[in-house]
């Protein structure tokens, strides 16, 4: 009988810390990555989250509006693991992580309003798969 309450118990513990487990790895994750989103920056209600493998790129739009400085910031458990890339609505090249060492933030200041497209990708020097997030926080121009 004992036997039988100890593996019953063990089951149940066993049921309850391992996806907690799995979900705060996540969570530590993006709230250091929330944490580069500091005062004077709001995060934004655009964010991107996604699991990346060889040469998937994960793709979202967003609108940047005239006279904010906004900030895009890239997360994943490797260092320069994510390169991310903004191009304008025709395609065009606006910024691109890679052009900097794959720098992990990036500030800039809007002067007329554009939606634009956000790409992340992997960088397979670092990984072949991976789990990123990109944020993108904004403050108004003093």
């Known amino acids: 009988m004992n ?3 100890t593996l019953i118990l063990l089951l149940f513990f066993v049921s309850i810390t391992v996806p907690t487990g799995v ?3 996540e ?4 709230k250091g990555c929330i ?3 500091r005062a004077p920056f709001v ?4 964010s991107m989250k996604a699991f990346l493998t060889g040469n998937e790129v994960a793709e ?3 609108t940047f509006l005239s006279g904010n ?3 895009i910031v890239s997360c994943s458990h490797e260092p320069y693991l994510i390169q991310f890339s903004v191009y304008d609505t025709n395609r065009n090249l606006l910024f691109s992580s890679a052009n900097y060492k794959n720098v992990s933030l990036w500030d800039f200041k809007m002067e007329g309003s554009m939606e634009c497209i956000i790409e992340a990708r992997l960088n397979k020097e670092v990984a072949e798969s991976g789990m990123v997030f990109l944020l993108v926080g904004f403050r108004y121009s003093e």
């Open 23 to 25: 979900n705060s790895q």
């Open 60 to 62: 979202f739009r967003t």
């Open 69 to 71: 400085i906004y900030r």
């Open 3 to 5: 036997r039988k309450i």
């Open 35 to 37: 944490d580069s989103l």
């Open 27 to 30: 969570d530590q994750l993006l």
């Open 43 to 46: 995060l934004g209600d655009r």
